[in-house]
C-alpha cells in the first residue's frame, strides 16, 4: 500500500475517532475507508467539483457548522445516506474532502496533503492555460499565412496588410514570450514537487 493511502487511511480513521458524537460523519468516513485511493484533502471545494464533502468536527470550540455536508457537481445533498446513493454512479470520481478542525493532530496529518492538492491544482491551472495560449498561437498563425497570402494576390492593399502583418507577429511574440514563462514555471513546478 502506498504511503499516500497509508496516511488517507490513518487521517480518516482519526476523524472517525474524534467524531463519535457526529453520527453522519461517522458513516461518511465509513464509505471513504472502503475506498481511500479516492479521497483528496483540499482547502476550498469548489463550485462544481464533482463529488465533496465538508466535514467540521470541533471539540473544544463551537463552531456553527454543519458536522457534514455532501455536494455532488455543487448541488448540497443533506444527507450522507442520499449522498452515497446518488454518488454511487460515479464510483472512480475522486471525492473531494475539506475538513474543518481544532483537533492538533488532525491539523497536522492534513496540512502537507491539502498542499500537495493545492500544487496539483497549479500544475493544472497552468497547463490549461498553456493548451490555451497553443491554440491562440495557432490562430494567429493562420492569420498571419492569410494575410500573407492576400499579400499575394491583392498589390492594391499592401499598406493595410502590412499593418495587420504586424499586428499578428506582435500578437505571436507575445504568446511565445507567455508560453515560454509558463513551461519554466511548470517545469520548476515538476522539480519542486
Same mark, same amino acid.
Given at each position: ?20 458524537? @457526529? ?24 463550485? @462544481? ?5 465538508? +466535514?467540521?468536527?470541533?471539540?473544544? +470550540?463551537?463552531?456553527?457548522?454543519? =458536522? ?6 455543487? *448541488? =448540497? *445533498? =443533506? ?5 452515497? /446513493?446518488? @454518488? ?5 470520481? *475522486? ?16 496540512? =502537507?496533503?491539502? $498542499? ?10 497552468? %497547463?490549461?492555460? $498553456?493548451? #490555451? ?11 498571419? #499565412? /492569410? *494575410? ?10 499592401? %499598406? ?20 515560454? @514563462?509558463?513551461?519554466?514555471?511548470? /517545469? ?6
Amino acid at each position: 500500500m502506498s504511503e499516500f493511502l497509508i496516511d488517507v487511511r490513518r487521517i480518516l480513521t482519526h476523524l472517525a475517532r474524534i467524531s463519535i458524537a @457526529a453520527p453522519a460523519v461517522q458513516i461518511a468516513v465509513g464509505f471513504l475507508l472502503a475506498n481511500p485511493n479516492r479521497v483528496r484533502f483540499v482547502s476550498q471545494i469548489g463550485d @462544481a467539483s464533482g463529488l465533496a464533502m465538508a +466535514i467540521s468536527v470541533h471539540r473544544r +470550540i463551537e463552531i456553527p457548522l454543519a =458536522p457534514w455536508q455532501g455536494f455532488i457537481n455543487g *448541488v =448540497p *445533498v =443533506p444527507d450522507p445516506l442520499l449522498w452515497i /446513493e446518488a @454518488a454511487s454512479g460515479k464510483s472512480n470520481d *475522486v471525492i473531494a474532502i475539506r475538513v474543518s478542525t481544532d483537533d492538533l493532530e488532525l491539523i497536522q496529518s492534513l496540512a =502537507p496533503m491539502v $498542499v500537495k492538492d493545492e500544487e496539483r491544482h497549479r500544475r493544472a491551472e497552468l %497547463t490549461d492555460r $498553456v493548451q #490555451n495560449l497553443r491554440q491562440e498561437l495557432d490562430r494567429a498563425l493562420d492569420l498571419y #499565412n /492569410e *494575410v500573407r497570402h492576400v499579400m499575394e494576390v491583392d498589390q492594391d492593399r499592401q %499598406t493595410e496588410l502590412t499593418k495587420f502583418l504586424g499586428i499578428a507577429e506582435q500578437e505571436m511574440q507575445g504568446i511565445g514570450q507567455e508560453l515560454k @514563462a509558463l513551461r519554466t514555471r511548470l /517545469e520548476s513546478a515538476e522539480e519542486n514537487s
